[in-house]
């Protein structure tokens, strides 16, 4: 049969000449090899010590993100727990009071909000979907713990405390801005 | 006499204590060997590269629980590990570490017994090294421990074959079963005992020997009694702590001896070219001799590990087509032609 990709091999079975049959030349051959090897420069980074870059674009451990104020900017809209093939996200919104306008950006906030890290599988549509800019990702890592439980992150790892900033530029580039306007962009329309 | 007493006594604990040594730093450097050749850095936590990690090792081997499994042979299952480590040990007693040294008129040789079948003694103590793996595999109750004592078994049976008779064709050029007297016979130097390297008369016989060896240490393409991917552990499978540690230990001890064995008889021993030309005090040549002896075991236990690293496991047939059909015929074949060329050369 023709093949239609051009990729497909023809398989012969040939007997093996003496020389190939004494497997001592290849035997060289494949010592030579590993000798190569062995001088090679060696590809591990000695972990602790020295730490592996992450890409610019990185997705790791979420951040909800405050304003200049320092007032939450999440108005538990639910787009993200919406857009969220693992749905990982699950929250309660309640009525802001007089007096919380410095806690909270706008009329209506996230009681609790939480990620399953377990479910997450950073994908970044969250992010995508946000209209008020709350959710980023950012180039932290989630660490390990004993048990399930421990990975269901709460607003207390969640949101960004006032006084130490988290930094997500890397992800919330002008060029990304621009492209949020446009939601016909959006990976799911 | 009493001198003579101490300074054997010192010599078999220093060799002891040389070849535990060696054995335990074998396994950081397969490490290492292994690390390097797959483009990794190996142990390199404790202490500086990692030289602490044998001890660690050590200690953990000490440290873990000790199962004796309850439907075992329980005394076969301890003896078998103890077979295994003794015997790997006794080998060491006939090989030459060094010539003469000569202390106040005394002489004092670097070998613990010079006894005239060195060779014979070796074969002798290494076939009683399977009983260890034997032993330990049937006491286990277990079938992949057994299937892999079976092999062990059958592999040096095979193996020690074509390993004698390797060697017989050595023994007919040097005329001797003392490891002394063929290292002897191999001392290097310009003018009248200008004497080459046994490997140079003995090239098909060195290699079937290395080939043999590489069996009888149950090393890489020969590791069938242990070949974790079909036989779970093999011969090893229900041993723990330190009884485990035994065996594995007895396969370095092993592998240093054949390469102290294969150093010795076809490459020098303790002699290095130009020995008797540097115009060098006798006693120096002697350590120097001896620090040479060591560089090429260290060299052939490289190899050991080079090898392992690179090749993939015989199949079982594959493994008895070769000694049987392949290694015995030439064998005999090299001991034919050797006597051929002897006689034609006279």
């Given at each position: 049969?023709?093949?239609?990709?051009?990729?497909?091999?023809?398989?012969?079975?040939?007997?093996?000449?003496?020389?190939?049959?004494?497997?001592?030349?290849?035997?060289?051959?494949?010592?030579?090899?590993?000798?190569?090897?062995?001088?090679?420069?060696?590809?591990?980074?000695?972990?602790?010590?020295?730490?592996?870059?992450?890409?610019?674009?990185?997705?790791?451990?979420?951040?909800?993100?405050?304003?200049?104020?320092?007032?939450?900017?999440?108005?538990?809209?639910?787009?993200?727990?919406?857009?969220?093939?693992?749905?990982?996200?699950?929250?309660?919104?309640?009525?802001?009071?007089?007096?919380?306008?410095?806690?909270?950006r706008?009329?209506?906030?996230?009681?609790t909000?939480?990620?399953?890290?377990?479910?997450?599988?950073?994908?970044?549509?969250?992010?995508?979907?946000?209209?008020?800019?709350?959710?980023?990702?950012?180039?932290?890592?989630?660490?390990?713990?004993?048990?399930?439980?421990?990975?269901?992150?709460?607003?207390?790892?969640?949101?960004?405390?006032?006084?130490k900033?988290?930094?997500?530029?890397?992800?919330?580039?002008?060029?990304?801005?621009?492209?949020?306007?446009?939601?016909?962009?959006?990976?799911?329309? | 006499?009493?001198?003579?007493?101490?300074?054997?006594?010192?010599?078999?604990?220093?060799?002891?204590?040389?070849?535990?040594?060696?054995?335990?730093?074998?396994t950081?450097?397969?490490?290492?060997?292994?690390?390097?050749?797959?483009?990794?850095?190996?142990?390199?936590?404790?202490?500086?590269?990692?030289?602490?990690?044998?001890l660690?090792?050590?200690?953990?081997?000490?440290?873990?629980?000790?199962?004796?499994?309850?439907?075992?042979?329980?005394?076969?299952?301890?003896?078998?590990?103890?077979?295994?480590?003794?015997?790997?040990?006794?080998?060491?007693?006939?090989?030459?570490?060094?010539?003469?040294?000569?202390?106040?008129?005394?002489?004092?040789?670097?070998?613990?017994?010079?006894?005239?079948?060195?060779?014979?003694y070796?074969?002798?103590?290494?076939?009683?090294g399977?009983?260890?793996?034997?032993?330990?595999?049937?006491?286990?109750?277990?079938?992949y421990?057994?299937?892999?004592?079976?092999?062990?078994?059958?592999?040096?049976?095979s193996?020690?074959?074509?390993?004698?008779?390797?060697?017989?064709?050595l023994?007919?050029?040097?005329?001797?079963?003392?490891?002394?007297?063929?290292?002897?016979?191999?001392?290097g130097?310009?003018?009248?005992?200008?004497?080459?390297?046994?490997?140079?008369?003995?090239?098909?016989?060195?290699?079937?020997?290395?080939?043999?060896?590489f069996?009888?240490?149950?090393?890489?393409?020969?590791?069938?009694?242990?070949?974790?991917?079909?036989?779970?552990?093999?011969?090893?499978?229900?041993?723990?702590?330190?009884?485990l540690?035994?065996?594995?230990?007895?396969?370095?001890?092993?592998?240093?001896?054949?390469?102290?064995?294969?150093?010795?008889?076809?490459?020098g021993?303790?002699?290095?070219?130009?020995?008797?030309?540097?115009?060098?005090?006798?006693?120096?040549?002697?350590?120097?001799?001896t620090?040479?002896?060591?560089?090429?075991?260290?060299?052939?236990?490289?190899?050991?590990?080079?090898?392992?690293?690179?090749?993939?496991?015989?199949?079982y047939?594959q493994?008895?087509?070769?000694?049987?059909?392949?290694?015995?015929?030439?064998?005999?074949?090299?001991?034919?032609?050797?006597?051929?060329?002897?006689?034609?050369?006279?």
């Open positions: 049969m023709q093949s239609l990709s051009g990729r497909s091999k023809v398989v012969v079975k040939k007997e093996m000449t003496l020389a190939e049959r004494m497997y001592l030349p290849a035997i060289l051959g494949g010592v030579m090899i590993t000798l190569r090897h062995f001088f090679k420069r060696k590809t591990t980074i000695k972990y602790p010590e020295k730490k592996r870059e992450f890409s610019a674009i990185w997705r790791g451990h979420h951040v909800l993100k405050r304003d200049e104020k320092g007032a939450e900017r999440c108005t538990a809209c639910g787009l993200c727990a919406v857009s969220c093939p693992a749905e990982a996200i699950t929250m309660t919104s309640g009525e802001r009071k007089k007096g919380e306008e410095h806690l909270y706008e009329e209506k906030y996230a009681v909000y939480e990620i399953n890290m377990l479910r997450c599988i950073f994908c970044g549509l969250c992010e995508e979907a946000c209209p008020k800019e709350a959710i980023f990702l950012t180039d932290r890592l989630v660490s390990t713990d004993y048990g399930r439980d421990g990975f269901i992150y709460g607003k207390d790892k969640l949101v960004e405390p006032v006084d900033r988290i930094d997500v530029t890397k992800r919330q580039t002008p060029a990304v801005l621009e492209f949020k306007k446009h939601k016909e962009f959006s990976h799911n329309k | 006499m009493s001198t003579f007493l101490i300074y054997k006594l010192a010599l078999v604990l220093a060799v002891f204590g040389i070849t535990l040594l060696v054995a335990m730093y074998s950081y450097l397969e490490r290492k060997v292994a690390a390097f050749m797959q483009d990794r850095v190996g142990p390199d936590r404790a202490g500086p590269f990692g030289i602490l990690q044998p660690a090792d050590g200690v953990k081997m000490f440290m873990k629980e000790e199962i004796i499994p309850n439907v075992s042979n329980k005394f076969l299952f301890i003896v078998g590990p103890c077979i295994a480590m003794i015997t790997a040990i006794m080998a060491g007693v006939v090989i030459p570490w060094g010539n003469t040294i000569t202390i106040g008129g005394e002489t004092y040789t670097l070998q613990i017994a010079d006894i005239n079948i060195g060779i014979l070796v074969f002798g103590v290494v076939s009683i399977v009983y260890g793996i034997m032993i330990g595999g049937w006491a286990s109750n277990n079938k421990s057994l299937l892999g004592a079976i092999r062990a078994s059958a592999q040096m049976i193996y020690e074959l074509a390993m004698g008779l390797s060697i017989i064709a023994i007919m050029l040097t005329g001797t079963l003392s490891l002394r007297e063929i290292a002897l016979m191999q001392g130097g310009v003018g009248s005992d200008w004497n080459m390297w046994n490997v140079v008369y003995q090239p098909v016989g060195f290699l079937m020997f290395i080939i043999c060896a069996a009888e240490c149950n090393r890489m393409p020969f590791d069938l009694p242990e070949s974790e991917t079909e036989l779970v552990g093999g011969y090893h499978t229900e041993y723990s702590s330190m009884k540690g035994f065996y594995l230990f007895a396969e370095y001890i092993n592998m240093f001896t054949s390469s102290a064995l294969m150093a010795t008889l076809y490459f021993g303790f002699n290095f070219p130009f020995q008797n030309d540097l115009g060098l005090d006798p006693n120096l040549v002697t350590i120097l001799g620090v040479a002896f060591f560089l090429k075991i260290g060299f052939f236990i490289f190899f050991f590990m080079w090898v392992r690293w690179t090749l993939p496991r015989f199949r047939d493994l008895m087509n070769l000694g049987w059909k392949i290694l015995i015929p030439l064998a005999i074949a090299n001991v034919a032609i050797t006597g051929l060329v002897k006689i034609l050369v006279k």
